[in-house]
């Protein structure tokens, strides 16, 4: 995927100046880029989609993404891969491996981090503390308080990275898991309140932290209409959030939905789709000498053809 490609470019500029809609005017040598790719709902879809015509034939397939990722990782020096949650659940592989297969997969890709699904407690507590070890990148967690289960101090609420100088702080969010997993699978699990966990996040990332960047990686669902918390409305009502990477919905966006608040700070929602047919993909741009970011270029890569690496 080149940058030609792209399906959309965007800049932060100036004051007043929207992240959606102005091509990138600074200098390659006075700017940092930095690739996030993102995945959600992969529901342990292994393979590639029966090209059979049926819809998404073809798409699909962890082997096609592992070599698209490994391209963009040859051409692109800062990249972090995340993924959202509802990594099991779906396909035979989860009913006969138990995740094990999921997590080797994901590790193999290098994932820097995911956040759990309401799916990802499907085998219970014990079943998810089973496979825990074949996944060596981190689960952040920060509104399941996982104290009185077998869970606990398994999980960090966020993780800093750091790139090129540039610092990005990551954090995680469930959702309810009442009325959509059986409490004999979460246990004494207690769920937190995702607006004032989020704002507690932003707190430690922006100041004590000091981040450039602050991530959200959600499964609380893109949009609803009947008052349930979600990705817009986190982003509305909690300030300093730069990106939401969703899951849960399924919900395809070509590019993210930009939040505005009144102060001008801007956050984008992202999410792309389910069972690994796409791959997200945020080049943001900082300027080398403040640090500050200055802009975003965006695209849902499909994941249908063979991809060659050079």
């Known amino acids: 995927m080149r940058r030609r490609d792209f399906l959309k470019t ?6 007043g100046v929207s992240l959606l809609g102005m091509p990138f005017t600074a200098e390659a040598a ?11 709902d992969q ?17 699909g397939g962890m082997a096609r993404r592992a070599t698209l990722i490994e391209q963009i990782r040859k051409e692109e020096p800062n990249v972090l891969l995340f993924d959202s949650g509802d990594i099991w659940q779906g396909t035979p592989y989860f009913n006969f491996f138990g995740g094990e297969l999921e997590y080797k997969l994901m590790s193999q890709m290098k994932y820097d981090a995911a956040t759990l699904g309401n799916h990802d407690f499907d085998n219970g507590l014990e079943g998810l503390e089973k496979m825990l070890p074949h996944a060596r990148f981190p689960f952040l967690s920060a509104n399941y308080d996982f104290s009185n289960t077998i869970l606990q101090n398994r999980f960090a609420p966020y993780k800093v990275f750091e790139k090129q100088s540039i610092k990005i702080g990551v954090f995680g969010l469930g959702i309810e898991l009442a ?8 246990g004494e699990t207690l769920y937190l309140d995702p607006l004032d966990t989020a704002r507690e996040m932003v707190q430690e990332l922006r100041q004590n932290q000091q981040c450039n960047l602050v991530v959200c990686l959600s499964h609380l669902g893109y949009k609803y209409d009947d008052g349930k918390i979600d990705d817009v409305t986190l982003a509305r009502q909690v300030e300093g959030i730069d990106l939401i990477l969703g899951g849960h919905t399924h919900t395809f966006l070509d590019q993210p939905e930009v939040v505005r608040h009144a102060s001008g700070h801007e956050t984008l929602v992202n999410q792309v789709g389910w069972s690994g047919i796409f791959l997200g993909r945020l ?27 050079s």
């Open 283 to 309: 080049d943001f741009s900082f300027s080398k000498k403040t640090r500050q970011k200055t802009g975003v270029r965006t695209a849902a890569v499909p994941v249908n053809r063979p991809v060659t690496t």
């Open 179 to 186: 009325g959509l997993v059986s409490q004999n699978n979460y």
């Open 10 to 15: 965007t800049i932060a500029g100036a004051a």
């Open 30 to 40: 006075q700017r940092i880029t930095l690739t996030i790719l993102h995945t959600n």
């Open 43 to 59: 529901h342990s879809r292994i393979d590639l989609f029966p090209d059979d015509g049926r819809k998404y034939g073809g798409m």
